[in-house]
């Protein structure tokens, strides 16, 4: 809308679209929109994004997404607000998709609890994303999926969750395919196993298949679970077999693997208390985390596994039934190249057997992946040294992504003078609603160059600043004049609450004396421990440590939630949210939403501007990503 109460809406360029493929587009995780930004920049000749769906569980991310994607942009993308681990999120979301095919889906779940023996070390709401994310991908079945992470992903235990992330992913089969494998193990396994170890590998190879009623087939699993319990026991006494600690422990725990559902409601319903309470580095911490993992299938196999060893040796002569017993236990909780991985030694001797599965599971598995991609921003013309893990999934006919090729050299990459230089003209407790003169640092002007769209050297090109202030999506969409800011989602549609400016999110908080004197004494000295004796001497030290100087020469470390982490080059304040904006690549007009920034645990609840903006992949590096995939998608 204009400053008259009229209305507007952002025009997608028809002649950009016209000849062009629109490649379905949903980003998972969305955050701000970095992903998605960077996607909407992308394009080929023949090739562009068509943004269909966005998701993320935060009201003030819907509102950031809604504010640029369905205000300034004018598109019908539409956002899902919802947790994606409650049950009926698939459901909404393929309502909500009305039958679209989506070609690429982008996200960022979180990995970093997930571990190859299952034991999470922090029990919070994060742990069982990524399992959640594949099963979207499972539904949907997108050309490629790209899945974000930090790169202490690739080294968490020794390494061991990399690869059991890539073996999930490898596992995700065309269940249209599994009636084949079914067919080969019926010919060529059947024979050679007995059938209730043999009837629990086809029961769990028939999970794979979206379309079949998985609740009869776990009844099925564990009613045969449950002859193999009998056989099991049946040479001890009656009284025992009723009463004996170990074999109710086997008996009970079974009950409790079946019940998966009522369990995990249980375990989500104690998270959520969890954390809505904060409840973290405190007398009740433990006993949570007690509760949550008592009740995880882990901790229960466990238990059952140490049981089953105790009964076989007070009955001798049953441990053929409690190795079955063992082994069926262990491919319930099995991936399916697990799976496979059985059979192929079972089979070992069988080499034209051995041939042929090959083959068909080159043909079954749903995606490929090469291996984990450690992307750093910088070289994508981002002014920061982010460094960041992609997973990239690519279905099975599609072609194999093995890099993102950096669009900027080394020698060339942009600065942080670069991106900032015009942005300074605030000082302590200022705001800025319109571009200033800035003033000009004489010795850092000579890194200013002229560049491209995507960061590298152009003659006829524009400086990072200039790119910034005009928008990197000229190229597909007529600009509106006056974007806005707004509080909340009830004030989206209350034309009078728009605040309407040339210059956003540029705010600085309001510090005391003693503040700005210990961010310019450690601005003077570059870091904390060099300035904490003249701090100390001064009485200015502070139990905060974790300050950073930006270097106006080089590449900002990789940008954070909080404000005051940063120190700038050379007003020696914190940084503004436009700062830390550009220093992510994201475009001036690119509006962050709702409060700036909130205090102690409500960062979580809230997601302020600050915490959008950290969170986010940056648009050029995701740009990069996006284009990769055009350049491969069939």
Not at 330 to 352: A, G, M, N, P, W
Request: charged share 30%; net charge neutral; proline share 3%.
């Amino acid at each position: 809308m204009n400053r008259n109460g009229g209305i507007y809406a952002m025009a997608e360029k028809k002649e950009f679209i016209a000849n062009r493929k629109g490649i379905k587009y949903l980003d998972l995780f969305a955050g701000a929109g970095g992903f998605s930004e960077g996607f909407m920049q992308a394009y080929t000749d023949d090739k562009y994004y068509d943004f269909r769906l966005a998701s993320d569980i935060n009201e003030n991310c819907e509102l950031t997404h809604r504010v640029r994607y369905n205000k300034m942009l004018g598109l019908d993308t539409d956002f899902l607000r919802q947790d994606i681990m409650e049950d009926s999120f698939i459901p909404n979301l393929l309502q909500r998709l009305h039958g679209q095919k989506i070609d690429v889906i982008t996200g960022g779940p979180s990995c970093q609890s997930f571990s190859l023996a299952g034991r999470r070390k922090k029990l919070d709401k994060r742990d069982d994303l990524f399992y959640h994310y594949l099963k979207v991908i499972k539904a949907l079945r997108p050309k490629y999926f790209i899945m974000e992470n930090v790169k202490g992903i690739l080294t968490k235990d020794k390494g061991r969750i990399k690869e059991r992330i890539l073996r999930e992913i490898r596992s995700i089969v065309d269940y249209t395919r599994i009636g084949e494998l079914l067919a080969f193990l019926d010919e060529n396994l059947k024979p050679r196993l007995g059938s209730s170890l043999y009837l629990c590998l086809y029961t769990k190879i028939c999970m794979e298949d979206s379309n079949i009623d998985l609740d009869k087939l776990y009844e099925n699993y564990f009613a045969n679970l449950d002859q193999q319990l009998k056989s099991l026991t049946k040479h001890l006494p009656y009284s025992v077999s009723k009463s004996d600690v170990s074999v109710n422990t086997i008996r009970h725990g079974l009950l409790l693997l079946k019940d998966k559902k009522h369990r995990d409601e249980i375990r989500k319903q104690v998270i959520q208390l969890k954390t809505a309470s904060h409840i973290d580095n405190d007398s009740f911490v433990d006993s949570y985390n007690a509760i949550v993992e008592s009740i995880s299938d882990e901790s229960i196999l466990e238990n059952i596994l140490n049981a089953i060893d105790v009964v076989t040796k007070m009955n001798g002569g049953c441990e053929d039934d409690a190795q079955v017993l063992k082994k069926s236990l262990e491919i319930l909780t099995s991936t399916f190249d697990e799976c496979i991985d059985f059979v192929r030694e079972q089979l070992s001797d069988k080499t034209t057997a051995l041939n042929f599965l090959e083959k068909l599971l080159k043909e079954i598995r749903l995606y490929n992946i090469s291996k984990p991609l450690v992307l750093l921003s910088s070289n994508y013309g981002v002014p920061q040294n982010r460094e960041r893990v992609v997973f990239i999934g690519c279905r099975n006919d599609q072609e194999l992504i093995t890099e993102i090729p950096s669009t900027v050299k080394k020698e060339d990459k942009v600065k942080v003078y670069e991106a900032l230089w015009d942005l300074n003209m605030v000082g302590n407790g200022d705001v800025a609603t319109e571009y200033k003169t800035p003033t000009l640092i004489k010795e850092y002007e000579p890194t200013k160059r002229l560049r491209g769209i995507q960061g590298e050297p152009e003659e006829n090109g524009h400086l990072f600043s200039e790119w910034s202030r005009m928008g990197r999506l000229s190229h597909r969409f007529t600009f509106d004049e006056e974007p806005f800011y707004v509080l909340s989602m009830k004030d989206l549609d209350v034309n009078k609450k728009h605040q309407h400016m040339d210059l956003f999110n540029h705010q600085t908080s309001s510090q005391n004396d003693k503040v700005r004197e210990r961010l310019h004494i450690i601005a003077k000295h570059k870091d904390y421990d060099s300035a904490k004796e003249e701090l100390k001497a001064k009485g200015l030290d502070s139990q905060k440590r974790n300050y950073v100087v930006l270097n106006p020469l080089g590449q900002s470390p990789t940008v954070c939630t909080m404000p005051d982490d940063f120190i700038h080059y050379s007003a020696y304040r914190p940084m503004t949210v436009r700062e830390m904006a550009r220093l992510q690549s994201f475009d001036d007009s690119f509006v962050f939403q709702g409060k700036r920034q909130t205090g102690g645990n409500n960062r979580q609840k809230e997601i302020p501007q600050y915490t959008l903006v950290g969170n986010a992949v940056p648009p050029l590096m995701a740009r990069a990503i996006a284009n990769t995939v055009l350049n491969h998608i069939k």
